[in-house]
């Protein structure tokens, strides 16, 4: 079995690599989770009430999917620079399980009931309030466990 070195990884020798990574995992964040709360803020009837959910959804949806593969595609090279750190860590295995959950959660009941324009104006069922919490509360457990990674 072949020894892995972090030392010999491009984004542990050159200073500039690891936090332009950092940069783009970001970005792909904030286009991913910033369409979904765009979303979730109009099921909650608090943002765009004139805009039914699911062509908000429609217009969001291609940005969401860019912000989402951008993440996906940097975060294992990010993960590449110390893997044994990374595998033992609780909060990046909190964040594993929790953006699991939220992409699944996405892409299954979120976007069923954002496209049943449950949410219409001035008509916010109960079902649809708690889908969009549920949702912002994954997401934004995603981000905290990755911001308390370095802490752990």
Do not use: C
């Amino acid at each position: 079995m072949l020894a892995y070195d972090p030392s010999t990884n491009p984004l542990n020798n050159n200073e500039w690599a690891f936090p332009l990574m950092e940069i783009i995992h970001i970005t792909g964040f904030a286009f991913s989770i910033g369409t979904i709360a765009i979303l979730d803020l109009r099921l909650l009837g608090l943002a765009l009430p004139k805009q039914s959910p699911s062509q908000l959804l429609k217009d969001t949806a291609p940005w969401t999917l860019i912000g989402i593969a951008v993440m996906l595609m940097s975060g294992p090279i990010i993960f590449s620079s110390d893997p044994f750190m990374y595998l033992v860590n609780q909060s990046f295995q909190f964040k594993m399980g929790a953006l699991l959950a939220a992409i699944i959660f996405n892409y299954t009941i979120h976007r069923k009931v954002a496209m049943s324009d449950a949410a219409a104006p001035g008509a916010t069922s109960g079902l649809t309030k708690l889908v969009a919490v549920t949702s912002l509360l994954l997401w934004t457990s995603v981000v905290f466990a990755g911001l308390f990674i370095a802490f752990v």
